[in-house]
């Protein structure tokens, strides 16, 4: 492998965020480029949110081929976007850019990446029964994909008086016509719930580190007829996931769906296939070397 010569032709990709200091993007991504030798580079970009019209201005002004979106700019990018993709506008974020000569398309590569790691797994979300806990960014763009892909859904979350499972079952209806409940996350509904389902998302951020002694579901409650996935990667694995892996349930980590999501935006970008066992052994080299 060659180093990487940064030119005058050099196609500039990143992620904006902020905190942006424990990305895994640039190094899957730029892996990807200098393996397939390839002129691009990708870079992380710490902005503030009162600095975010401009920072997306700057795009357009310094010609960046395309851009990640995280924490805490997904919703706020979309008002400086020239067309949002219609999947992400259900979804109401984005969190890839596309610069066509000066037009910015927003996209969600959350969404496809969540479903292509299911699919991968030969797990077809069509007439499924899912239950997704959280409501949060991650989860809205897990529910919409997962209705536009015919499964029916259960949305639990902490806090119902903000509405949050509510708003997003509500807006799925409108669009969908998947059978959609939302209620309250805690032990009596989920117990009851988990009686009667096909796959369990944790798409809170429960066992995230550094708290990685909390699970979200009682070991207890899990069995083997069960997929189980974490969309949670840091720690790797988590607490709810080896429960779930020893009750006999099939697992999917939140690796694949945050590999998956790089893969559709290099796709996007570049307009060639993702080379995803690379992208996937780049994410898993970083992850193992920061546990250390
Ligand atoms: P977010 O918008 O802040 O949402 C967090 C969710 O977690 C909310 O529903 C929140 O409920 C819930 N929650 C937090 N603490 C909780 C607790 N103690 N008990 C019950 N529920 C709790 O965050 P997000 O962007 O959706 O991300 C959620 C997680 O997914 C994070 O760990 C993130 O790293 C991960 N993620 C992974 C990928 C991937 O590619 N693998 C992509 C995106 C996100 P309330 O509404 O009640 O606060």
């Given at each position: 492998m060659k180093d990487k010569v940064i030119s005058?032709?050099?196609?500039?990709?990143g992620v904006v965020g902020d905190p942006i200091e424990h990305t895994m993007s640039p190094v899957m991504h730029n892996?990807?480029?200098?393996?397939?030798?390839?002129?691009?580079?990708?870079?992380?970009?710490?902005?503030?949110?009162?600095?975010?019209?401009?920072?997306?201005?700057?795009?357009?002004?310094?010609?960046?081929?395309?851009?990640?979106?995280?924490?805490?700019?997904?919703?706020?990018?979309?008002?400086f976007l020239d067309r949002i993709d219609p999947l992400a506008e259900k979804i109401g974020a984005v969190n890839t850019i596309?610069?066509?000569?000066?037009?910015l398309t927003g996209y969600n590569t959350?969404?496809?990446?969540?479903?292509?790691?299911?699919?991968?797994?030969?797990i077809n979300p069509a007439g499924?029964?899912?239950?997704?806990?959280?409501?949060?960014?991650?989860?809205?763009?897990?529910?919409?994909?997962?209705?536009?892909?015919?499964?029916?859904?259960?949305?639990?979350?902490?806090?119902?008086?903000?509405?949050?499972?509510?708003d997003i079952a509500h807006r799925i209806e409108q669009n969908y016509t998947a059978n959609v409940?939302?209620?309250?996350?805690?032990?009596?509904?989920?117990?009851?719930?988990?009686?009667?389902?096909?796959?369990?998302?944790n798409a809170t951020s429960v066992g995230m580190s550094p708290n990685t002694d909390e699970t979200p579901v009682d070991a207890k409650l899990l069995c083997s007829d069960l997929?189980?996935?974490?969309?949670?990667y840091n720690p790797f694995p988590t607490r709810f996931l080896r429960e779930a892996k020893t009750a006999g349930a099939k697992t999917i980590d939140g690796l694949e769906m945050l590999v998956w999501q790089g893969a559709l935006s290099f796709e996007k970008w570049t307009g060639r296939k993702p080379p995803v066992d690379l992208m996937r052994q780049s994410a898993l080299r970083l992850l193992q070397r920061n546990e250390k």
């Open positions: 005058g032709k050099t196609k500039i990709c892996t990807v480029f200098k393996t397939l030798g390839i002129d691009y580079i990708y870079v992380p970009f710490k902005v503030k949110s009162s600095e975010l019209r401009q920072a997306i201005e700057g795009m357009r002004a310094l010609n960046i081929r395309g851009l990640n979106i995280t924490i805490p700019h997904k919703v706020a990018v979309m008002r596309v610069n066509d000569e000066g037009i959350d969404a496809g990446g969540f479903l292509q790691a299911l699919l991968e797994k030969d499924k029964k899912v239950l997704v806990l959280g409501a949060g960014g991650a989860a809205k763009a897990i529910c919409f994909i997962l209705a536009e892909h015919g499964a029916n859904l259960v949305i639990l979350n902490r806090k119902l008086e903000l509405d949050w499972a509510q409940r939302a209620d309250e996350l805690n032990k009596k509904n989920l117990e009851q719930t988990l009686t009667n389902i096909d796959i369990l998302v997929v189980v996935f974490d969309i949670i």
